[in-house]
């Protein structure tokens, strides 16, 4: 019997009744509706088939049914298939009906260091029309100009639901644009005003994003999270989930649609691999909801491919999965009650210990996969069997029954996962290396998972990224992706489990926590080697009206470093004064003036520059930065004396702190070879994942402020003089990383650049510059790379030139 199952309920008063919406699923036949005499049809109840997420996620298929009403029944019986099925009684209908009428969707986005401005759309419940207004909070005015309200023409959301319910299009359109100071803005709040009724939002409480009334735990989320970060940092979350297209509602239909077709599933079913490993699904069950845990389970017996095997360790206090599982009789489940609960650690091993698959996957008990998972996993296994495998992945909100937040991972970085376990889920090794590892450590509880992957990358001879969505990390109440916070215990093991990796690899590195809210991301400072003499090369710049300004302001910023064992190699012009910080650098002995051989070819007077260099490494700069930070040069040069390191590359910032450039994309499907990534966020914004604030690994930088050892640097024959300005250090980056080399982006290492038009305008250029000539490089150094695209960006991120953005629907 197909059982109708509700999942939200919505009432509104409209002029002549009440209009009702019924969300539900059913998978197949009809769906009948009974209401008592108080109440009047007036209209025949419209049943629509949408894309709605069942419960299982991996079957999208689900009813909305739509009435209209003379006045709220006591009772709604529905019939699924002609059997009396879900009744909706009259409490139900009135908490639909207390609903914020109002629904309101807006992102922040900063406009300059002190001014930011809010954006998005609003309706009321009754489909009519929404006026907008700003008032002060203090005294119920605001006539000033300095907070602009215009109501443009925007489309409403993509949301089936809605669209069902409003299928007028001039009732989908009520966008609203604000811009304000920040100081501002806490005294401000918006008005919305309808036929029916009025509301009154402050402007805090829309960029916290606490209207969205799809989701009432995360309005006192939000309200924790403004009063314990501050205004700021609200504001940069909020321009994390909107300006860089973090996921949402959005997301939510993108990923639907990117679920596997019913004959897609037909079609692996049939499919016959040379290679059939058994997998073997590791699962440490505690007191897990009989919701969850169902959903869990057919998420797997739901899998196309079918050899697999899973094995449930419970350390629950109750006997609520026993019982559930007697009533399933497939012998590819194994379970075992634990005496005792041994902690998350303790009860992956006693389930570790029944598993005889070819390779071992690890589930948490409350999490879902994706139909096809274990077939994309084997399918990677038919060209090389690999060590460790892992794919991308998503949350599920249980409250809603939405996808959010995907997580779109690079190939392997072993940078990035020295600052967070960004592998995570879902997570795969084959027999011999699960064999080698041991098992989980109680010492790490809560990281368990981090210490794994860090002592599995230690030994793996090979680690595969499959770049899909297959696994969905469930949020509710109870998550650490919910409750961060509230599990520290986690983070603080994590933090222990990275330090001991450190120590087995002879590492003598410090660890530290980034602070809230930035808890499980780590930085490393690695040792210093002060006997190191850095050679700082720098270009002549752009702006040569300004080339005394620039010099001195170099100068400046280096007497200010805490790392003093430099020279600097410049072009000097006829423009430079003999004073100043600049003259006291030269007295000092570290000024070394350089003939400009040819100034349109910059990689020429770099190749010449470091044939007179005296340094260890070299720091290749453009003419207009100087260093913002006085740790900048010893951080960098802590990353670039390691023998796996190629290239390192810092954080270039404009003179109203935001993001110039910090690491860049390379395309070689396109015209536009590299694209500068993270342009025009603040310097605080944590980019897409946290990318901003963690070191992490790309595949080439340009030479704005580019250090490499000098040795590397002459193996490799220097700079190709042949190519453009804007290409030859990133053909410079590729060559590092076809010799094994890691190339890392600091967000540790600040510099910083006036805004100019010439500089603006050569950041431009690299965008749109003539790439053949690194492409033919790119053919003949790195065939795969070229095939297959830039390794360390994933090929699902829209196709931007502001990378990392996620698709829309």
Not at 217 to 238: H, M, P, V
Not at 405 to 431: A, C, G, Q, W
Request: net charge negative.
């Amino acid at each position: 019997m197909n059982h109708f199952k509700i999942s939200d309920i919505y009432a509104q008063k409209v002029t002549d009744g009440y209009s009702l919406i019924i969300n539900g699923i059913l998978d197949q036949g009809q769906i009948l509706i009974s209401i008592d005499q108080v109440s009047e049809l007036i209209n025949e109840p419209e049943i629509y088939m949408v894309m709605i997420p069942e419960r299982d996620i991996n079957h999208p298929s689900g009813r909305v049914v739509k009435l209209k009403l003379t006045a709220l029944p006591e009772t709604i019986q529905i019939y699924a298939n002609g059997i009396p099925d879900s009744v909706i009684d009259s409490e139900q209908l009135k908490n639909a009906l207390k609903k914020n009428s109002f629904r309101i969707r807006a992102a922040a986005d900063p406009i300059s260091e002190n001014k930011v401005k809010i954006h998005g759309s609003v309706f009321a419940g009754d489909g009519q029309k929404v006026s907008l207004s700003l008032v002060n909070m203090d005294d119920e005015s605001d006539g000033s100009s300095d907070s602009e309200i215009r109501i443009p023409e925007i489309q409403r959301m993509n949301d089936e639901q809605l669209q069902m319910f409003y299928a007028q299009k001039e009732n989908l359109e009520s966008g609203f644009s604000i811009e304000t100071d920040l100081d501002r803005m806490k005294n401000l709040a918006l008005v919305l005003e309808s036929q029916e009724e009025s509301e009154q939002i402050p402007l805090e409480d829309i960029v916290s994003d606490t209207r969205n009334s799809e989701n009432v735990s995360k309005l006192n989320r939000s309200k924790e999270y403004l009063s314990q970060f501050g205004l700021r940092k609200t504001i940069s979350k909020a321009v994390e989930k909107s300006s860089q297209h973090f996921g949402g509602t959005s997301y939510h239909h993108y990923a639907i649609r990117q679920l596997p077709s019913d004959d897609e599933l037909t079609r692996q079913k049939q499919t016959e691999f040379e290679y059939e490993p058994l997998i073997s699904l590791i699962v440490a069950a505690y007191n897990t909801p009989e919701s969850f845990f169902n959903e869990m389970i057919k998420s797997v017996l739901n899998q196309s491919y079918s050899n697999w095997e899973l094995c449930i360790a419970d350390g629950s206090d109750n006997n609520n999965i026993d019982e559930w599982l007697k009533r399933i009789k497939d012998p590819r489940i194994k379970y075992k009650k634990l005496t005792e609960n041994q902690g998350i650690a303790g009860n992956m091993n006693e389930a570790l210990n029944m598993a005889i698959g070819d390779y071992i996957g690890f589930f948490d008990h409350d999490d879902l996969l994706r139909k096809d998972c274990l077939f994309k996993v084997v399918q990677a296994l038919q060209t090389h069997r690999y060590d460790v495998l892992y794919t991308d992945e998503d949350k599920y909100v249980s409250e809603t029954e939405t996808f959010t937040e995907p997580h779109y991972k690079p190939n392997f970085s072993i940078d990035l996962l020295r600052s967070e376990n960004y592998i995570t889920h879902f997570l795969v090794v084959s027999r011999s290396i699960a064999s080698q590892l041991e098992g989980f450590r109680s010492e790490y509880e809560g990281s368990q998972d981090y210490d794994y992957v860090l002592r599995a990358s230690e030994i793996a001879g090979s680690i595969a990224h499959i770049p899909e969505i297959l696994y969905h990390w469930r949020i509710h109440e109870d998550s650490t992706a919910m409750k961060a916070a509230s599990k520290m215990y986690c983070f603080e093991n994590g933090k222990k489990a990275l330090e001991d990796h450190l120590l087995r690899m002879n590492i003598m590195a410090r660890v530290e926590m980034l602070p809230a809210p930035y808890y499980g991301k780590f930085r490393v400072y690695y040792p210093q080697d002060p006997n190191l003499k850095i050679s700082i090369l720098v270009d002549r710049p752009f702006d040569r009206s300004s080339e005394r300004f620039y010099a001195d302001e170099l100068a400046e910023s280096l007497l200010q470093s805490e790392y003093q064992n430099f020279e600097v190699l410049i072009a000097p012009g006829s423009l430079i004064e003999k004073d100043g910080a600049y003259i006291q650098l030269q007295k000092a002995g570290k000024i070394i003036e350089i003939s400009h051989l040819d100034e349109e070819n910059k990689a020429e007077f770099f190749n010449k520059a470091s044939q007179h260099a005296h340094g260890d490494l070299l720091l290749f700069m453009s003419g207009e930065l100087s260093i913002r930070d006085s740790e900048t040069l010893g951080e960098m040069s802590s990353l670039v004396r390691m023998d796996r390191t190629g290239a390192v590359a810092g954080k270039i910032l404009n003179r109203k702190g935001l993001i110039s450039e910090f690491g860049t994309v390379i395309r070689p499907e396109q015209s536009a070879l590299q694209v500068p990534a993270f342009r025009n966020l603040e310097y605080f914004h944590a980019g897409y994942q946290g990318r901003c604030l963690t070191l992490s690994n790309f595949s080439a930088f340009s030479d704005s402020a580019l250090m490499v050892r000098k040795d590397v640097f002459m193996n490799l024959g220097g700079f190709s003089e042949s190519y453009s300005d804007n290409e030859f250090a990133a053909e410079f980056c590729i060559r590092l990383l076809n010799k094994g080399y890691w190339n890392i982006a600091d967000p540790f290492a600040l510099f910083t650049v006036p805004t100019n038009r010439n500089w603006i305008k050569n950041i431009r250029s690299r965008k749109l510059s003539n790439s053949q000539n690194v492409q033919k490089s790119l053919r003949e150094n790195l065939p795969l790379f070229f095939r297959n695209g830039d390794p360390f960006y994933n090929p699902n991120f829209e196709n931007s030139l502001q990378p990392f953005h996620i698709p829309e629907s």
